[in-house]
């Protein structure tokens, strides 16, 4: 950074307050103050036994008492049984689910959401029975809280019981019970919020206190209860769990050649980490199972960089208000060094401030001579691909900034006979032949 960004007034670094200030670092001594990363979060080594409590079990207890609602993963939803970071175990439901959205997703990657109601339904699964995608919901306005610092507890876990309502009386316009959807959260900002929140509605009685008389004015109790989920759902969970399914049942493209880096994102498994998924299946358990666990599933080689712990750069605060440090963070610290080490042919994430982080800014590179580019796209986008759907109609690819042909075609997709179908499907559209992954009926609340 220049020496401007740092304020003469000793507030730190502009936009980020006092207490971030430059620690003017030799290179050898920055590299013994991230060595730890490698030795202990690699290896797993620190001790995890007797640290924290299980959430859930103060959760079972305040629903006994008349507190709350526990909105329960049900047999109906058909979970699977996982163990997160502490060996607990953590139901997946795999039917009956209730899409909490993205606004990230749909304003900049739309083929993201798309590829993953493509694979539901290639995988049988039914609109309005099996999986419910309404508008009935709002974003999660967590970016607004650690971004701008506008936002309160309070706002967030309104916001929070009020989506995970709907989503418990979802079915009910359906025909079905109160709790025939369960709520699956498409962004991992979103799901490490709501696990921050949770965590604090169970924690704290004045702020249930405060929040049930804002969600009274809003009719969102259920007997004058707040609903609170039994588990917090990340996407990426489904994902992993219905991995062999997805390649066993669905998969036509060999990716056995494709060299693939995997980012998790922070709001992931550094959030609330003891609620992570850890498979000993994958990477021995030494980290978390998500994305890397489709890419293995579906033959692709899966191949380690040093900076594989490191934010995408994204970091909520610097995006807003140091924006240059997040461009320069992703390409030096991620893309760089996915594109020198890993020779990837393309980086899979779980999140959508990451994949916009490392889609959106490779072109930043080219102003300082640092011309490194690597696909950027979600594991639902790669799997999806690596299952047939069509790379512009489904995965919408176009919409991407990093360079995403050589990827297509290295699975045997041509590029081009794909971007001319599309165009013929574009005046189809623009004819009103339109085709749709769901029944847009559906998607409006009664």
């Not at 994102?265 to 890397?292: F, P, Q, S």
Request: charged share 25%.
């Amino acid at each position: 950074m220049s020496t401007e960004q740092y304020p003469s007034d000793g507030t730190g670094i502009a936009g980020h307050g006092a207490f971030f200030q430059p620690t003017n670092l030799s290179p050898e001594d920055a590299e013994k103050a991230t060595a730890w990363v490698e030795k202990h979060v690699d290896r797993r080594t620190l001790d995890l036994a007797g640290r924290m409590d299980d959430v859930r079990e103060q959760m079972w207890a305040l629903e006994k008492e008349g507190e709350i609602v526990v909105h329960r993963v049900s047999d109906a939803h058909q979970p699977v049984n996982v163990q997160t970071l502490f060996g607990w175990n953590k139901k997946i439901p795999t039917m009956q689910l209730w899409h909490h959205k993205s606004c990230g997703q749909c304003g900049n990657i739309p083929g993201y959401p798309t590829a993953l109601l493509w694979t539901m339904n290639k995988l049988g699964m039914v609109p309005g029975k099996d999986y419910l995608d309404e508008t009935d919901q709002t974003s999660c306005t967590a970016w607004n809280y650690h971004g701008s610092g506008i936002g309160n507890l309070e706002s967030l876990a309104a916001v929070f019981l009020r989506n995970f309502h709907q989503a418990y009386v979802s079915g009910r316009q359906h025909g079905h019970e109160a709790g025939h959807f369960f709520p699956l959260v498409h962004c991992g900002t979103s799901y490490g919020n709501y696990k921050e929140v949770r965590k604090y509605l169970i924690e704290s009685a004045p702020l249930r206190d405060k929040v049930r008389k804002i969600l009274a004015k809003l009719g969102r109790l259920v007997d004058g209860k707040l609903v609170i989920p039994e588990e917090i759902v990340h996407y990426s969970e489904w994902v992993h769990v219905m991995r062999k399914r997805i390649a066993s049942e669905l998969q036509t493209m060999d990716v056995s050649n494709m060299r693939v880096t995997v980012h998790t994102a922070c709001h992931y498994y550094k959030m609330v980490h003891e609620d992570a998924i850890y498979d000993t299946e994958v990477l021995g358990g030494n980290r978390t199972a998500v994305g890397t666990s489709i890419a293995e599933a579906l033959g692709a080689q899966v191949i380690d960089y040093s900076t594989w712990y490191d934010c995408c750069g994204f970091g909520f605060r610097h995006i807003i208000s140091e924006r240059e440090f997040t461009r320069s963070f992703t390409i030096d610290r991620k893309i760089k060094i996915a594109r020198e080490e890993a020779n990837a042919d393309v980086m899979l994430g779980i999140d959508t401030g990451c994949i916009t982080t490392m889609d959106k800014n490779q072109w930043i590179g080219k102003a300082h001579g640092q011309n490194y580019s690597v696909p950027i796209m979600a594991d639902i986008q790669f799997a999806a691909l690596a299952c047939g759907a069509d790379p512009f109609k489904i995965v919408q690819l176009q919409w991407h900034a990093s360079p995403c042909e050589e990827v297509v075609e290295k699975m045997g997709i041509s590029w081009d006979r794909s971007k001319r179908n599309f165009e013929a499907y574009l005046k189809e559209v623009e004819a009103g032949r339109i085709e749709y992954l769901y029944d847009p009926a559906l998607a409006i609340s009664k």
